[in-house]
Structure formats: C-alpha cells, structure tokens
C-alpha cells in the first residue's frame, strides 16, 4: 500500500511556473506507475500525465504537450511535475497517483490517490 503526499501547488500569474512534488511512502515504489490528474471546479477529473514503471520519458495530454514535463526518482519515491507557461485553463486541483503495474491513463486504473494541491492561474 502507498500513501501519496502532494505540495508546490499554489497562486501563479499566467505565463509563470510552479513544479508540483508528490512523495510516496511504501514498499515497490518502482513497479507503479505514477500519474498527475486533474479536476476543476464542476468538471471530472482529468489525466494531465504519466511515467510508467519501466519508462524514462512520459505521456502527456494534448493541452499541456510542450508546457509539462513528468520525471520521477525511484530511489527517493518521488514524481514531479514541472509546469511551465501556465495558463487559467490549467486552474484545477491535481492529485498524484499511482497504478500497480497497469500503465494507464484512466484514473480507473490508479489504485492510490494523494489528497490534492491547488493550483491558480491568474490571467
């Protein structure tokens, strides 16, 4: 079992950065893989992206393709993601988590979720 702790999020003027951080705690951090997702106000949670278990570099949906960048550090259970020119329309809640060896971009696939952090994007 893991538990997923997010911080970073925060206020940010569009245009701007913020890097979010989620830290594991838990055994096999390395067969699972991790994804941010996202949900704003009225709206379903949304994939943003994901780092497989085996894989070094990530997949991303469209809107952020470019903007984002998804890493993550086995040996200290953490994954991150580098946010970059943010826009308004990027003003959610993201939540990190994790699937057991499923490389998914559905949330239905992720078995461990963190409680959120917010992230604002003032235009």
């Known amino acids: 079992q893991l538990q997923l702790v997010e911080s970073g999020g925060g206020l940010v003027q569009a245009g701007g950065s913020l890097r979010l951080s989620c830290q594991a705690s838990g055994p096999s951090f390395s067969t699972y893989t991790m994804g941010w997702f996202h949900q704003a106000p009225g709206k379903e949670r949304e994939f943003v992206a994901k780092?497989?278990?085996?894989?070094?570099?990530?997949d991303y949906t469209n809107s952020v393709k470019g903007r984002f960048t998804i890493s993550r550090n086995n040996a200290e259970k953490t994954v991150s993601l580098q946010m970059n020119s943010l826009k308004p329309e990027d003003t959610a809640v993201y939540y990190c988590?994790?699937?057991?060896?499923?490389?998914?971009?559905?949330?239905?696939?992720?078995?461990?979720w963190g409680q959120g952090t917010q992230v604002t994007v003032s235009s």
């Open positions: 988590a994790a699937a057991y060896l499923r490389n998914s971009i559905n949330s239905t696939s992720y078995d461990y």
């Open positions: 780092i497989s278990w085996y894989g070094v570099n990530g």
